[in-house]
């Protein structure tokens, strides 16, 4: 049988990939890696990567996080996620247009008081050439543009590791009084984003 096979120019080894590669598309399941040097999959466990997505996933859609990633060019605010007030607009370099700056009421810290402005040395939206859409997307669609090195803001895998542990996506678990904090902890997040990526960065099987 083996020598029936190569005859037909196909090596016992390459029919062991194609099976293989057959097997993940038959779970619906994609990883992705477009990073130059990014190290391609870190895991092999598609299963678990795609089980600590969905922790990771209800983070990324909780107003915390979803109010800076909009599918428009103005911030939402509010547990319901409304078009922030007074107009605010992206610019070009995510924070702010004119005078409109995020940063003439999102001060270094938190201001005090009852639903006043949150703060952080970086506040702003992502940059216009680079959006990062979390609102109206699906789990596979956000997976997918997250491991998208055109699309995240050119990060690798180690990138994506270390961006969690930026100031800035700290920042929502301090969000100020008055609001809700995101559905895990900070280190249960860290967790399942490190889990997730870890074991290949899969998105979920799309619709």
Not at 89 to 103: H, N, V
């Amino acid at each position: 049988m083996n020598k029936n096979i190569q005859r037909c120019g196909i090596s016992i080894q390459t029919m062991g990939v194609m099976m293989v590669l057959l097997g993940v598309i038959s779970l619906g399941l994609f990883s992705f890696d477009r990073a130059p040097g990014g190290g391609g999959a870190a895991g092999k466990d598609s299963a678990a990567s795609v089980r600590a997505f969905a922790e990771v996933y209800k983070v990324l859609k909780s107003p915390r996080c979803m109010n800076c990633h909009p599918s428009g060019d103005q911030p939402l605010q509010g547990e319901d996620s409304h078009v922030h007030t007074m107009n605010v607009q992206r610019g070009e370099d995510g924070k702010g247009l004119y005078a409109l700056k995020c940063s003439n009421c999102h001060q270094s810290k938190n201001v005090p008081g009852l639903h006043t402005p949150p703060g952080n040395p970086k506040w702003q939206l992502p940059p216009a050439d680079m959006k990062m859409v979390f609102q109206g997307k699906d789990a596979h669609e956000l997976a997918k543009q997250i491991m998208d090195y055109n699309q995240n803001g050119h990060k690798n895998k180690a990138q994506l590791i270390e961006h969690a542990r930026d100031t800035l996506v700290k920042a929502a678990w301090r969000p100020g009084e008055g609001r809700k904090l995101p559905p895990l902890s900070y280190p249960a997040f860290l967790k399942a984003w490190d889990a997730w990526i870890g074991n290949g960065g899969y998105a979920p099987g799309g619709h």
